[in-house]
């Protein structure tokens, strides 16, 4: 759910895995810049309350505005949660249709702006962009290198004017952070790996995602706006995991 006119920001933080942090580390994020935020209805990995206690906190103090903010949540299946339900698994069976369908209805009664959908195939995606009424604006994907860095999800996603949203940039690349392509823009750039990274998935058009927890980290993955890949580097990056 986020505010009619937000913007969707270039960069979200996430706010899997903070647990007790998690209030903490979403202020750190807003204080630090960032203006999106990435939850899930999923105790398992997530604490979506203490995402809402922070943001409740940095509105209270005006240090940012309701329409300046992009929230995203997620539903989860009964398979992907743990004990902790958000809700009663004997309640109408959640299957997928369904539970797009119950997001076009929160989308039609104004509760949610965008819809979006997370880790499908491109098949997945194709059905879905083709069988709902409310279309899909945003794919979150973990995105592999080896993969291409997820291509052709991401071209099907250009194509239909979807945002292509990269979790695990750093953390499923970790042999490609080290790769020729990555180290040699790292050193003319004066950048990390990590923001060269982050820097490539801008230029190729996708949202990313950082679940940093330190501020150093906070600050440099935001920095990755401050400078710019040579063409070559973008495609040499995009070949370095095939
Ligand atoms: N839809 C899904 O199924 C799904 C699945 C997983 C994640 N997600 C979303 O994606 C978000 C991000 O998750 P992620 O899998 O990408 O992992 P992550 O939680 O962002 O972890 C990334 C790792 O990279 C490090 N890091 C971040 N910035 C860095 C920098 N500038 N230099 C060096 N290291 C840096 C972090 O360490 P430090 O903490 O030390 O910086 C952390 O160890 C999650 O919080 C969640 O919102 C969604």
Redesign the pocket.
């Known amino acids: 759910m986020t505010a009619p006119n937000a913007p969707v920001p270039a960069f979200l933080y996430?706010?899997?895995?903070k647990e007790d942090r998690t209030e903490e580390l979403v202020r750190l994020a807003l204080a630090t810049g960032f203006r999106g935020i990435?939850?899930?209805n999923q105790r398992r990995h997530y604490v979506e309350a203490a995402v809402g206690a922070a943001v409740a906190a940095v509105l209270g103090d005006g240090t940012v505005t309701r329409a300046d903010l992009f929230l995203q949540t997620?539903f989860t299946s009964v398979d992907g949660q743990d004990q902790r339900l958000p809700y009663d698994p004997q309640a109408e069976p959640a299957k997928d249709w369904a539970v797009w369908q119950a997001m076009e209805a929160l989308h039609h009664s104004g509760q949610a702006r965008r819809l979006g959908v997370?880790?499908v195939s491109l098949e997945q995606l194709t059905t879905l962009h083709q069988g709902s009424r409310v279309k899909p604006a945003s794919v979150?994907n973990?995105c592999f290198a080896i993969h291409g860095w997820d291509r052709d999800v991401r071209a099907f996603c250009a194509r239909q004017g979807i945002v292509y949203q990269g979790?695990?940039?750093?953390?499923a690349n970790a042999r490609e952070l080290g790769s020729p392509a990555v180290v040699r823009a790292a050193r003319r750039t004066g950048r990390?790996p990590?923001?060269v990274v982050f820097r490539f998935a801008l230029q190729v058009g996708m949202l990313p995602?950082?679940?940093?927890?330190?501020p150093a980290?906070l600050q440099?993955?935001l920095a990755c706006f401050d400078f710019e890949l040579e063409p070559a580097e973008v495609r040499a990056i995009e070949e370095c995991g095939v």
């Open positions: 996430g706010t899997a895995w990435d939850t899930a997620k997370s880790n979150q973990r979790f695990s940039l750093l953390t990390t990590a923001q995602l950082t679940g940093s927890s330190s980290h440099e993955d």
